[in-house]
């Protein structure tokens, strides 16, 4: 890897790069060259090596972290990378989208299945993606979680309601419910806004159910 390093650094043909990157295989350690290639903005010249080692059955994070960055750095289909891709970390790499696509930053931070959800929330509260936060608490189904968002620590009751709050309460209400075919999904969301001790906006959820046709209207619970 230094070597690589020290011949980036002197412009080195990259034909001849990846002629001697080849010859090594899978003999380097990837963390070390990527690190290199990365410090010098030449991440993407290890592509065809990358590829390469994965095809050979490497399960390395770092060498799927490096191909995700690549992949996400060329829109060559990042989404299905995201979504299917079982060893990179989604910290690092939602990490690394957060100012190229922070759409593709929530999809990074959802795969990690709740790891990652203080980084979920702030990527989607700071950029707007509150129909994707929504959907993501509707589906959780975690109370804990939904306490964070609605009552974050230094809210006090009385306090202003945020400008992001009542957008998300929106989405809530007119896009992640009505989407909702799980009856636990509604239920979750109802005690949420109890538990929060939000009447008004818990009778705005109600009325959305029971009025407007909701599949769960006719639900006794």
């Given at each position: 890897?230094?070597?690589?390093?020290?011949?980036?650094?002197?412009?080195?043909?990259?034909?001849?790069?990846?002629?001697?990157?080849?010859?090594?295989?899978?003999l380097c350690p990837v963390?070390?060259?990527?690190?290199?290639?990365?410090?010098?903005?030449?991440?993407?010249?290890?592509?065809?090596?990358?590829?390469?080692?994965?095809?050979?059955?490497?399960?390395?994070?770092?060498?799927?972290?490096?191909?995700?960055?690549?992949?996400?750095?060329?829109?060559?289909?990042?989404?299905?990378?995201?979504?299917?891709?079982?060893?990179?970390?989604?910290?690092?790499?939602?990490?690394?989208?957060?100012?190229?696509?922070?759409?593709?930053?929530?999809?990074?931070?959802?795969?990690?299945?709740?790891?990652?959800?203080?980084?979920?929330?702030?990527?989607?509260?700071?950029?707007?993606?509150?129909?994707?936060?929504?959907?993501?608490?509707?589906?959780?189904?975690?109370?804990?979680?939904?306490?964070?968002?609605?009552?974050?620590?230094?809210?006090?009751?009385?306090?202003?309601?945020?400008?992001?709050?009542?957008?998300?309460?929106?989405?809530?209400?007119?896009?992640?419910?009505?989407?909702?075919?799980?009856?636990?999904?509604?239920?979750?969301?109802?005690?949420?806004?109890?538990?929060?001790?939000?009447?008004?906006?818990?009778?705005?959820?109600?009325?959305?159910?029971?009025?407007?046709?909701?599949?769960?209207?006719?639900?006794?619970?």
């Amino acid at each position: 890897p230094q070597v690589v390093g020290k011949l980036l650094d002197l412009e080195c043909n990259e034909e001849f790069l990846r002629t001697l990157m080849n010859s090594v295989g899978q003999l380097c350690p990837v963390a070390e060259l990527v690190e290199q290639a990365e410090r010098r903005n030449r991440l993407r010249l290890l592509h065809p090596w990358l590829e390469a080692r994965i095809a050979q059955g490497n399960t390395e994070t770092a060498t799927h972290n490096a191909i995700g960055k690549i992949y996400i750095t060329l829109n060559r289909d990042p989404l299905q990378f995201l979504q299917n891709n079982q060893f990179y970390d989604p910290r690092v790499i939602g990490n690394f989208c957060e100012k190229l696509d922070p759409h593709l930053a929530f999809v990074a931070y959802k795969h990690a299945r709740g790891e990652c959800d203080a980084e979920l929330v702030k990527v989607t509260q700071e950029n707007g993606l509150f129909k994707d936060l929504a959907r993501y608490l509707v589906e959780k189904q975690d109370l804990e979680l939904w306490q964070t968002v609605l009552k974050p620590e230094g809210f006090n009751e009385g306090d202003p309601e945020p400008p992001s709050r009542r957008y998300l309460l929106d989405q809530v209400v007119q896009t992640a419910l009505p989407e909702a075919k799980n009856p636990d999904e509604v239920s979750t969301t109802v005690k949420a806004f109890m538990q929060c001790d939000m009447p008004e906006e818990l009778i705005e959820l109600l009325e959305r159910i029971v009025l407007q046709g909701s599949e769960f209207s006719n639900n006794k619970n």
